[in-house]
């Protein structure tokens, strides 16, 4: 099953390229000039949304490891008698 295209996934992806340029920019408020901070997090946001890049937390990062896990668990054979022809 394909992932589901279109607007709601296009704004997804942006408000999230957004917040992800915030955190960015808030780890590099002492290095950019005030002057500066919206011409960088425009410029962010479009490099983060077109590449589909988005930060995460380790937090994030674990829950997607252990739905992994039980993921791939969930196809193994349920008997290892029991060979697929």
Known sequence: MEPLEGPLTANTDYYTACRSA???LHWLNDFIPSHCHRDARECIIEILFKNGFELTSKSMRK????WKALTLKGLEPSS????PE
């Open 63 to 66: 829950e997607y490891e252990a």
């Open 22 to 24: 915030d955190e960015i």
């Open 80 to 83: 290892p008698s029991v060979k």
